[in-house]
Each structure stands twice: as C-alpha cells, then as structure tokens.
Nanobody, 125 residues
Framework: VQLQASGGGLVQAGGSLRLSCAAS????????IGWFRQAPGKEREFVAA????????NYANSVKGRFTVSRDNAKNTGYLKVNSLKPEDTAVYYC???????????????????WGQGTLVTVSS
C-alpha cells in the first residue's frame, strides 16, 4: 500500500493550494481518507476527513469554511483544497487511509492504518 501526497508549496497569506493523495495497493473506495498536519514543534493534528463514498465530510474547527476535502474513487485519489491560507496553516500535510464502515469520517490518528509521506505547505505573511 502506498499513499503519495503532493501539491504543497510556498504561498502568500490568502492564497490557495490543492493537495492530492494518490493511493495504490488498496481498494480505495473501502477506505475513508483523512488529512492531518504537523507544524514544527507541535503534535500532528486532524484537519479533515471524507467517507468512503465521499458523501460525508468532517473538518477541524480551525479550517472549516476554508478547506474542502474531496475524492475521486475512479482515480484512487483524494484531494484537499486549502483556501484563504494563514501563516498558522504552515505545516507538513499528511494523508491517511482508514479501512472503515460506510459513512465514517474519523478524526483520531490511531484509526488510520496507512499514511503518506507528507507534503510541506509554507504560508508567508
């Protein structure tokens, strides 16, 4: 199983990026996809999650209204569109996969079996 996160970069405050998570080696539609981030010196925190079929989403309060999680099961790819970026959004962003029941959008790190390598998002003020 491999999850490959990409799309990070350096962006000014207020800017946008679209992060991608390409999955292989698993039945993608059987997994919820979660996004987490880790800033320097801080613990990895939940950002967003999307259910297996993409019908339900879950967001951390800090990103609600600015970030949008989505997926394309035909392409085995998950996405995180990050808008209105702030310097405090600077972090390494990780995608993860959880083999779970239909409709679940877990926010707990321990629920996720597989993790990508992370992509760095740096927001300048």
């Amino acid at each position: 199983v491999q999850l490959q996160a990409s799309g990070g970069g350096l962006v000014q405050a207020g800017g946008s990026l679209r992060l991608s998570c390409a999955a292989s080696g698993l039945t993608f539609s059987s997994y919820a996809i979660g996004w987490f981030r880790q800033a320097p010196g801080k613990e990895r925190e939940f950002v967003a999650a999307i259910s297996r079929a993409g019908t339900r989403t879950n967001y951390a309060n800090s990103v609600k209204g600015r970030f949008t999680v989505s997926r394309d099961n035909a392409k085995n790819t998950g996405y995180l569109k990050v808008n209105s970026l702030k310097p405090e959004d600077t972090a390494v962003y990780y995608c993860a996969a959880d083999h779970t029941v239909t409709g679940a959008t877990p926010s707990q790190r321990d629920f996720y079996e597989y993790w990508g390598q992370g992509t760095l998002v740096t927001v300048s003020s």
